[in-house]
């Protein structure tokens, strides 16, 4: 990735997040310690965090159809951000904080 394209991201990222990168990993980092000490409210209290989450890979997957040429790029990516978003929405269903989505 260019230099241009990793600022896009970060900004984009910003944008849609309203947190920068190194906001996001450090709030991930604190929801992990938590978690990992038994304290699953706080998957309850970060709801909007994850929802934004979820909505910033569902962004990018579109914009991955339309920017990505190769088949099997496009199939791989594509597989590994539906695999991030399968994994927030699993974690909002176990931890009780959503029913479906």
Known sequence: MNVFERQ????????????SAEQAL??????????QSGNLAVVSTEK??????????????KLLQGYEKN??????????I??????????LIQTGVVENL
């Open 48 to 61: 909007a965090f994850f929802i934004k989450l979820t909505e910033y890979w569902k962004r990018q997957l």
């Open 71 to 80: 088949k099997d790029k496009l199939n791989e990516n594509t597989q590994i």
């Open 8 to 19: 896009w991201v970060l900004r984009d990222f910003k944008k849609v997040m309203s947190l």
């Open 82 to 91: 539906n695999g991030w978003i399968m994994d927030i929405n699993h974690v």
């Open 26 to 35: 450090d709030k991930l980092k604190s929801i992990n310690k938590n978690m």
